[in-house]
T-cell receptor
């Protein structure tokens, strides 16, 4: 199983809403990532969790709040977003450095903020 | 951090071969990845190199030279469905960052 599952696939939310994006993997990977991708741009790293602990926050605004409840799950809580936050949000997983393995992406959540 | 460069666009004919180069500079190297991404979809894993040399997977091959900070992705027997963006990504040793180049848009023409 090399699958990373993200839900929902599409999300439309207002600027006052609170919503959450979910990501799940069962490959035993201990590093999980959130990326944001705008059209015709490469993915931009937002957060990295390693062994369920936040290891990297790329100066992401506090209206994005990550959570890693266990080694298989990664959430991204959204609150008071802006229209410019509309993008494809991608989750990825891999083993941490020292255990060289591939890194796989989920299918993404296409978020539209209205 | 990393500085990753790849060409912006490439065009080739169906059935031909295309080579996409990627150069990188990193303070610590722990693997280079190639992904294919069709418009509006998520990146799909193609290959992973951590040691020097060539990795072959069907019509796709990837090469790595760590001393030169250089990789290429070779696409053989091009098909129309290979028209996509190809992303080079480098993972840094010491943290878990996976950083991407800007991507190369490959257009396959009949």
């Amino acid at each position: 199983d090399t699958e990373v599952t993200q839900t929902p696939k599409h999300l439309v939310m207002g600027m006052t809403n609170k919503k959450s994006l979910k990501c799940e993997q069962h490959m035993g990977h201990r590093a999980m990532y959130w990326y944001k991708q705008k059209a015709k741009k490469p993915p931009e790293l937002m957060f990295v969790y390693s062994y369920e602990k936040l290891s990297i926050n790329e100066s992401v605004p506090s209206r994005f709040s990550p959570e890693c409840p266990n080694s298989s799950l990664l959430n991204l809580h959204l609150h008071a977003l802006q229209p410019e936050d509309s993008a494809l949000y991608l989750c990825a997983s891999s083993q941490p450095p020292g255990q060289e393995t591939e890194a796989f992406f989920g299918q993404g959540t296409r978020l539209t903020v209205v | 951090g990393q500085n990753i460069d790849q060409p912006t666009e490439m065009t080739a004919t169906e059935g031909a071969i295309v080579q996409i180069n990627c150069t990188y500079q990193t303070s610590g190297f722990n693997g280079l990845f190639w992904y294919q991404q069709h418009a509006g979809e998520a990146p799909t894993f193609l290959s992973y190199n951590v040691l020097d040399g060539l990795e072959e997977k069907g019509r796709f091959s990837s090469f790595l030279s760590r001393s030169k900070g250089y990789s290429y992705l070779l696409l053989k027997e091009l098909q129309m469905k290979d028209s996509a963006s190809y992303l080079c990504a480098v993972r840094d040793r010491g943290d878990y960052k996976l950083s991407f180049g800007a991507g190369t848009t490959v257009t396959v023409r009949a």
